[in-house]
């Protein structure tokens, strides 16, 4: 593995800085929305930069253009080890496989742990290959868990990865690099920017004060500039966390364009959708009372909730305590094809979320023509002008909302035509602008000749 | 001899609640009373009452030589009444120093000569009678809903009686004429024009108080000066605006009192001018050409067009459905649903639909008392959606032999 310089605006006079990203989740390993937002973002900024992007775990056949992309999972943890005494990055070879068997966005589903303990020892026996096996220990005490190992681990090795990177900029994504950040920064002392996707009181509630907390809340103190995904998640981070919004830079997702289609419908009724996780954060029991409400004035409605949570059963109960079983459909977990069959046949889109960083999903709907209505309490709400806004708890409105929808052409048709215009904001090239102007408004990149 | 013509457009809404999908049919009482009475207090507060008491002192101070004329919609007349008898009668007050005039416009502030013509006489001949009842005056003068203007209107003016008639100088029909001459407009017989010079009257109705503007601040005789270059090349300089630019879209803090406290004696240093009402301009002056417009021009946005109340589907379906009723409505002979119709046709229902701007973010342009447009056309679909059920029950009752006696009473009329 050869690190070579990327920049297609080589030959220009611009300096084209060069940026050290940590992630996490990275296609095709975990297709969540984290990996694909990394993904999407990295490609856009190889446009305005060299970007090479640390993960725990990659797959070597999967190579991404213009980006240098370091699964760990792919670096012999020898060659590791003598990075400082060893003089470029050549060196290092494929050898050891790291897993990581931590899925951080499924608080109430993570994976069986009955291999894990093997893992992490298998893991500890890579490094005990050489003399410094006494530091991971140390940092496996200070923390303890298995989680909070992995995320140490990933942090030591990057770092010590780091070393032999030529870089102007850290920027990390979310609390899981967040450790990989600071010790990059502390070895280094290159400025470190955290990209803020998700947060613990966004998954877990205001009252989140758990180890996640407290490493976001340290990373970001730490940081020299946050990027959260929306001006919500700025506020988030400023109410919640007490970091000074002047180093918050709000930088909005983008989305990939897709070749929206129409399908033919499958029941004489108008369809009403939920798509995400039956989780707190989503806020889909108050799908349920909107369909109440809704189906109090108009009986020809059904309502769709795509995907799967915690909150499955006790959806399925209150739905039918309501008496309105009989128009309310849980289809359980989607893959995307068939999230987009139901997108071709939906006629508004619901989105309760409690708390949404952003929620891509809603920006999707426009995307197949929906007009979306979305609580005020989410990222994208920020960017669809062409949509209805209500606070999640605004049961009346949002049904009210929906009616108006489903009985008014004039009002569908000018909603779409706004969300439309939205769109062509909406794209991971502006949101790649906005990243490179905020290292250069803070100065954490050398100035364009 | 120019002389100094100031028209104020004084107007409040009667707007509409929040209302919900599931009212209709269980509330019948459409109004937001309660935000109307604080909107109205507040302006009252910090500009009508303000104003009109500089504009008293200034006509007693000049001993008559100072002279504006108002346009008073009937929609702000009657909030008055109901709520603010001080304003209205400070309004009273400057009426009888015979130096204000009162001009004519539609009573509810509407759109209607577009929808209707008998709907637009009927406003205009109520709001006549409202003035004379207040003021005593009968207005001479019209000026329509947001200088919204054409030829055909002109004409119709015309023939209701009036002598003049108020617009915007639009530079795509003046060419490059000024605006600072009575125009007679295309195809009428002798009312004139008075189109507004908009330079002069945005520099303080709108860029009075902006920092970054390179002629702030403006003082009292830097403004005269630019009113006395049109001195020999000039006979009136129409300084046309709403009333709130005083104390409200220009606070107090701003100086704009100041200003306006210093202008006339700054504007009348120089002895070739003065300032007149609409009325005595129409008198004194002579038309100097014809004025060609024969699509409507207002004095609304960049356009000056009416795309700000009917460029979207939903501005087109909100006003379409609210002049369907009109038949209906009158069939029914009741004078509470006649007023509410009358009050649904003002045209900021319509400007809060507007998405103009809407996506390019700039969405605090507009003031609206909705989150968004969308909401402003929701709330009043579904109060028509009210409405139009009442007057289908309504009608319904009356009998066909009525019915017929009554559509031949409409008509004589």
Same mark, same amino acid.
């Given at each position: 593995?050869?690190?070579?310089?990327?920049?297609?605006?080589?030959?220009?006079?611009?300096?084209?800085?060069?940026?050290?990203?940590?992630?996490?989740?990275?296609?095709?390993?975990?297709?969540?929305?984290?990996?694909?937002?990394?993904?999407?973002?990295?490609?856009?900024?190889?446009?305005?930069?060299?970007?090479?992007?640390?993960?725990?775990?990659?797959?070597?056949?999967?190579?991404?253009?213009?980006?240098?992309?370091?699964?760990?999972?792919?670096?012999?943890?020898?060659?590791?080890?003598?990075?400082?005494?060893?003089?470029?990055?050549?060196?290092?070879?494929?050898?050891?496989?790291?897993?990581?068997?931590?899925?951080?966005?499924?608080?109430?589903?993570?994976?069986?742990?009955?291999?894990?303990?093997?893992?992490?020892?298998?893991?500890?026996?890579?490094?005990?290959?050489?003399?410094?096996?006494?530091?991971?220990?140390?940092?496996?005490?200070?923390?303890?868990?298995?989680?909070?190992?992995?995320?140490?681990?990933?942090?030591?090795?990057?770092?010590?990865?780091?070393?032999?990177?030529?870089?102007?900029?850290?920027?990390?994504?979310?609390?899981?690099?967040?450790?990989?950040?600071?010790?990059?920064?502390?070895?280094?002392?290159?400025?470190?920017?955290?990209?803020?996707?998700?947060?613990?009181?966004?998954?877990?509630?205001?009252?989140?004060?758990?180890?996640?907390?407290?490493?976001?809340?340290?990373?970001?103190?730490?940081?020299?500039?946050?990027?959260?995904?929306?001006?919500?998640?700025?506020?988030?981070?400023?109410?919640?966390?007490?970091?000074?919004?002047?180093?918050?830079?709000?930088?909005?997702?983008?989305?990939?364009?897709?070749?929206?289609?129409?399908?033919?419908?499958?029941?004489?009724?108008?369809?009403?959708?939920?798509?995400?996780?039956?989780?707190?954060?989503?806020?889909? #029991?108050? /799908?349920?009372?909107?369909? +109440? *409400?809704?189906?109090? $004035?108009?009986?020809?409605? =059904? &309502?769709?909730?795509? @995907?799967?949570? #915690?909150? /499955?059963?006790?959806?399925? +109960? *209150?739905?039918?305590? $309501?008496?309105?079983?009989? =128009? &309310?459909?849980?289809? @359980?977990?989607?893959?995307?094809?068939?999230?987009?069959?139901?997108?071709?046949?939906?006629?508004?889109?619901?989105?309760?979320?409690?708390?949404?960083?952003?929620?891509?999903?809603?920006?999707?709907?426009?995307?197949?023509?929906?007009?979306?209505?979305?609580?005020?309490?989410?990222?994208?709400?920020?960017?669809?002008?062409?949509?209805?806004?209500?606070?999640?708890?605004?049961?009346?409105?949002?049904?009210?909302?929906?009616?108006?929808?489903?009985?008014?052409?004039?009002?569908?048709?000018?909603?779409?035509?706004?969300?439309?215009?939205?769109?062509?904001?909406?794209?991971?090239?502006?949101?790649?602008?906005?990243?490179?102007?905020?290292?250069?408004?803070?100065?954490?990149?050398?100035?364009?000749? | 001899?120019?002389?100094?013509?100031?028209?104020?457009?004084?107007?409040?809404?009667?707007?509409?609640?929040?209302?919900?999908?599931?009212?209709?049919?269980?509330?019948?009482?459409?109004?937001?009373?309660?935000?109307?009475?604080?909107?109205?207090?507040?302006?009252?507060?910090?500009?009508?009452?303000?104003?009109?008491?500089?504009?008293?002192?200034?006509?007693?101070?000049?001993?008559?030589?100072?002279?504006?004329?108002?346009?008073?919609?009937?929609?702000?007349?009657?909030?008055?009444?109901?709520?603010?008898?001080?304003?209205?009668?400070?309004?009273?007050?400057?009426?009888?120093?015979?130096?204000?005039?009162?001009?004519?416009?539609?009573?509810?502030?509407?759109?209607?000569?577009?929808?209707?013509?008998?709907?637009?006489?009927?406003?205009?001949?109520?709001?006549?009678?409202?003035?004379?009842?207040?003021?005593?005056?009968?207005?001479?003068?019209?000026?329509?809903?947001?200088?919204?203007?054409?030829?055909?209107?002109?004409?119709?003016?015309?023939?209701?009686?009036?002598?003049?008639?108020?617009?915007?100088?639009?530079?795509?029909?003046?060419?490059?004429?000024?605006?600072?001459?009575?125009?007679?407009?295309?195809?009428?017989?002798?009312?004139?024009?008075?189109?507004?010079?908009?330079?002069?009257?945005?520099?303080?109705?709108?860029?009075?108080?902006?920092?970054?503007?390179?002629?702030?601040?403006?003082?009292?005789?830097?403004?005269?000066?630019?009113?006395?270059?049109?001195?020999?090349?000039?006979?009136?300089?129409?300084?046309?605006?709403?009333?709130?630019?005083?104390?409200?879209?220009?606070?107090?803090?701003?100086?704009?009192?100041?200003?306006?406290?210093?202008?006339?004696?700054?504007?009348?240093?120089?002895?070739?001018?003065?300032?007149?009402?609409?009325?005595?301009?129409?008198?004194?002056?002579?038309?100097?050409?014809?004025?060609?417009?024969?699509?409507?021009?207002?004095?609304?946005?960049?356009?000056?067009?009416?795309?700000?109340?009917?460029?979207?589907?939903?501005?087109?379906?909100?006003?379409?459905?609210?002049?369907?009723?009109?038949?209906?409505?009158?069939?029914?002979?009741?004078?509470?649903?006649?007023?509410?119709?009358?009050?649904?046709?003002?045209?900021?229902?319509?400007?809060?639909?507007?998405?103009?701007?809407?996506?390019?973010?700039?969405?605090?342009?507009?003031?609206?008392?909705?989150?968004?447009?969308?909401?402003?056309?929701?709330?009043?679909?579904?109060?028509?959606?009210?409405?139009?059920?009442?007057?289908?029950?309504?009608?319904?009752?009356?009998?066909?032999?009525?019915?017929?006696?009554?559509?031949?009473?409409?008509?004589?009329?």
């Amino acid at each position: 593995m050869v690190i070579e310089p990327l920049s297609k605006q080589a030959e220009s006079t611009a300096y084209v800085p060069k940026v050290l990203m940590l992630g996490w989740e990275f296609p095709p390993v975990i297709n969540g929305g984290l990996g694909v937002a990394c993904h999407d973002l990295c490609i856009a900024m190889s446009k305005y930069s060299n970007v090479t992007m640390i993960i725990p775990k990659s797959n070597p056949d999967f190579v991404v253009k213009n980006l240098n992309l370091i699964g760990l999972n792919t670096i012999d943890a020898k060659t590791l080890r003598n990075i400082g005494h060893a003089d470029s990055y050549r060196k290092v070879k494929q050898v050891h496989f790291i897993n990581t068997h931590l899925n951080p966005y499924y608080n109430g589903n993570l994976e069986p742990h009955h291999d894990l303990q093997n893992l992490t020892s298998q893991y500890l026996k890579a490094i005990k290959i050489g003399d410094e096996i006494v530091e991971v220990f140390q940092i496996d005490d200070l923390y303890g868990g298995d989680v909070i190992e992995k995320v140490t681990i990933f942090g030591k090795l990057a770092a010590k990865l780091a070393l032999s990177l030529d870089f102007d900029v850290i920027h990390a994504h979310d609390w899981m690099t967040m450790i990989a950040g600071m010790e990059i920064k502390a070895k280094t002392g290159k400025p470190l920017v955290m990209h803020i996707h998700s947060l613990e009181v966004d998954r877990g509630g205001p009252q989140s004060k758990g180890w996640v907390y407290q490493v976001e809340k340290r990373g970001m103190e730490y940081a020299d500039i946050l990027m959260p995904v929306s001006n919500f998640t700025g506020h988030v981070i400023h109410d919640y966390y007490h970091i000074p919004w002047s180093k918050i830079v709000p930088v909005h997702n983008g989305i990939r364009p897709v070749e929206p289609f129409k399908s033919e419908q499958m029941f004489k009724e108008k369809m009403v959708l939920f798509v995400g996780r039956l989780t707190r954060q989503k806020g889909p #029991e108050f /799908f349920v009372d909107i369909a +109440e *409400r809704v189906l109090e $004035k108009d009986q020809n409605v =059904r &309502f769709v909730m795509a @995907g799967t949570g #915690e909150y /499955f059963n006790p959806l399925l +109960e *209150r739905a039918a305590q $309501k008496g309105i079983a009989h =128009r &309310f459909h849980l289809t @359980g977990f989607l893959n995307l094809d068939k999230v987009r069959k139901l997108l071709s046949i939906a006629d508004v889109y619901v989105m309760p979320s409690l708390s949404e960083p952003f929620g891509l999903s809603a920006v999707e709907a426009v995307q197949f023509g929906i007009p979306a209505v979305i609580s005020k309490q989410s990222g994208v709400s920020e960017v669809l002008n062409g949509s209805l806004k209500f606070d999640y708890w605004d049961i009346n409105r949002a049904a009210g909302y929906i009616l108006s929808l489903l009985h008014d052409p004039v009002l569908v048709e000018n909603v779409k035509a706004d969300a439309y215009k939205d769109l062509v904001n909406i794209s991971w090239d502006n949101s790649a602008k906005k990243v490179i102007d905020g290292y250069n408004k803070f100065k954490l990149i050398p100035e364009p000749v | 001899m120019p002389s100094v013509c100031f028209y104020f457009q004084v107007h409040q809404p009667f707007r509409l609640k929040r209302y919900s999908f599931f009212d209709i049919g269980k509330d019948h009482f459409y109004e937001d009373d309660e935000k109307n009475k604080l909107i109205l207090d507040k302006v009252s507060e910090k500009c009508y009452l303000k104003t009109n008491r500089k504009i008293l002192d200034l006509i007693n101070r000049h001993k008559g030589k100072f002279k504006v004329s108002y346009s008073i919609s009937g929609t702000a007349l009657e909030q008055f009444e109901n709520h603010r008898p001080d304003v209205l009668q400070s309004f009273i007050d400057l009426s009888k120093t015979g130096c204000v005039e009162f001009l004519s416009e539609t009573y509810y502030h509407s759109l209607s000569f577009i929808y209707s013509k008998d709907e637009f006489k009927r406003q205009v001949e109520m709001h006549r009678e409202k003035i004379k009842l207040y003021f005593n005056q009968t207005p001479k003068v019209f000026r329509n809903t947001e200088l919204i203007y054409n030829n055909e209107l002109a004409s119709f003016i015309e023939k209701m009686g009036f002598k003049a008639i108020v617009c915007e100088g639009v530079d795509r029909h003046l060419g490059n004429r000024a605006p600072n001459f009575l125009y007679q407009p295309a195809g009428t017989l002798k009312i004139k024009s008075f189109l507004k010079n908009y330079r002069l009257s945005d520099d303080i109705a709108f860029r009075f108080s902006d920092r970054n503007w390179n002629e702030w601040p403006l003082h009292a005789d830097t403004f005269a000066s630019w009113v006395h270059k049109i001195a020999g090349n000039g006979e009136v300089m129409n300084l046309f605006m709403d009333y709130e630019t005083f104390g409200e879209h220009q606070w107090e803090e701003t100086g704009v009192f100041d200003f306006l406290d210093h202008l006339p004696m700054e504007i009348m240093k120089h002895s070739d001018f003065d300032f007149k009402t609409l009325s005595e301009a129409a008198d004194q002056y002579k038309v100097r050409d014809i004025y060609d417009v024969p699509e409507f021009t207002s004095w609304a946005d960049a356009e000056l067009d009416l795309s700000v109340w009917l460029s979207n589907a939903m501005e087109k379906e909100a006003a379409k459905r609210i002049y369907q009723l009109e038949e209906k409505v009158l069939l029914t002979g009741n004078k509470d649903l006649i007023d509410v119709w009358g009050k649904m046709q003002t045209s900021d229902h319509f400007y809060y639909m507007c998405t103009k701007f809407w996506s390019d973010g700039d969405v605090h342009k507009y003031f609206s008392p909705y989150d968004s447009p969308y909401d402003a056309y929701i709330y009043y679909m579904n109060v028509l959606a009210d409405f139009e059920t009442t007057i289908e029950e309504t009608v319904k009752d009356i009998a066909p032999v009525k019915k017929s006696r009554r559509r031949k009473e409409i008509a004589d009329n």
